[in-house]
């Protein structure tokens, strides 16, 4: 079993950062593939960014390539998503998801747990 809990979160102005944290329980965590997903209000839930158990491998949307960065930090559990230059369409409850095999996958069916989700806001 794997609890994730996001944090994070905020209102920011378009053109600003945050860092997102997904804290995650559980042994496995270190030989699970992580990813980060979407929704934004009345939109289907969206992949964003997916790491490998080693963080050897990453992928990207392309609406967030060069502008967001996942990474993890397997000592403490813990997988990151870096979000800078932000837009007023990245608005959306960000969500961490821990898979049962160590890849990277941009389908939410390959994700066993999810996390609660963290809001982002951006305005213009």
């Known amino acids: 079993q794997v609890q994730l809990v996001e944090s994070g979160g905020g209102l920011v102005q378009a053109g600003g950062s945050l860092r997102l944290s997904c804290a995650a329980s559980?042994?496995?965590?270190?030989?699970?593939?992580m990813g980060w997903f979407r929704q934004a209000p009345g939109k289907e839930r969206e992949f964003v960014a997916a790491?490998?158990?080693?963080?050897?491998?990453?992928r990207y949307a392309d609406s967030v390539k060069a502008r967001f960065t996942i990474s993890r930090d397997n000592a403490k559990n813990t997988v990151y998503l870096q979000v800078d230059s932000l837009k007023p369409e990245d608005t959306a409850v960000y969500y961490c998801?821990?898979?049962?095999?160590?890849?990277?996958?941009?389908?939410?069916?390959?994700?066993?747990?999810w996390g609660q989700g963290t809001q982002v806001t951006v305005s213009s």
């Open positions: 998801a821990a898979s049962s095999y160590g890849g990277i996958y941009a389908s939410k069916s390959e994700y066993k747990y």
């Open positions: 559980g042994r496995t965590f270190s030989s699970s593939g």
């Open positions: 790491i490998a158990w080693s963080g050897g491998s990453t």
